[in-house]
């Protein structure tokens, strides 16, 4: 079966930091990768999709980015972390046309 | 640009009695719709997911309908349970794109 992972699981950064958070995906090959913020009590923000290694599409313009240097992990960085940057960050898995399935998520404050 | 809402930000139920949760897309092409629970702290959980060329599909306890006249989705819950409590999303997609559009959230509330 299939399984999607991220680390870490809290964050707590200064403004201005640099930032790394991995999702890795166990249990299928090819898949699509997304990664969203939800900020508290709202819906979900997507920031980042691929489709293949390499392949990186950006919906939001941000001082955040992403890689995928593997078929199944999706990183997303950032060199300068803004107070804004806080949030609930969540990575997700599917195939073109079928459901999206979430990691645990990691929740990242800056201060 | 294309959105998807929910009409009601929180919604409280009698444990036992049955839930209604609603959502409106704004997309006619749409041909995708899945539904997500969410609890505090953790990642959506898939529920149910329906085609356009479906209207109504059953899941365990779970009923999504899809009206596509009115471009409205809807959720039902039979029985609610108290481990029913959570914030509820639909969200929509459709062919030829890899994005998914997700609504604002419900909040469902199971009172004792």
């Known amino acids: 079966s299939q399984t999607i992972h991220q680390w870490p699981a809290t964050l707590v950064q200064p403004v201005g930091s640099p930032l790394s958070l991995e999702c890795t995906v166990e249990?299928?090959?090819?898949?699509?990768l997304y990664w969203y913020r939800q900020a508290a009590g709202r819906g979900l923000q997507l920031l980042f999709y691929s489709v293949g290694i390499g392949q990186i599409s950006s919906e939001v313009p941000q001082n955040l980015s992403a890689s995928r240097p593997q078929d199944r992990q999706f990183i997303l960085s950032s060199k300068k972390l803004l107070l804004s940057d806080s949030g609930f960050y969540l990575c997700a898995w599917s195939f073109t046309g079928s459901e999206q399935f979430f990691g645990p998520g990691t929740r990242l404050t800056v201060l | 640009g294309e959105s998807v809402g929910l009409h009601l930000p929180t919604l409280s139920v009698q444990e036992g009695d049955n839930s209604i949760i609603n959502c409106a897309y704004s997309?006619?092409?749409?041909?995708?719709f899945i539904w997500y629970k969410q609890e505090s702290g953790k990642g959506p959980q898939f529920i149910i997911d329906i085609r356009s060329n479906m209207d109504k599909r059953q899941g365990q306890r779970v009923t999504v309908l899809l009206n596509k006249t009115v471009k409205h989705l809807s959720l039902q819950i039979a029985a609610t349970q108290p481990g029913d409590s959570a914030v509820y999303f639909c969200a929509e997609s459709f062919s030829g794109t890899y994005k998914y559009i997700f609504g604002t959230g419900t909040r469902l509330k199971v009172l004792a």
């Open positions: 997309n006619s092409a749409s041909d995708y």
């Open positions: 249990g299928t090959s090819n898949p699509n």
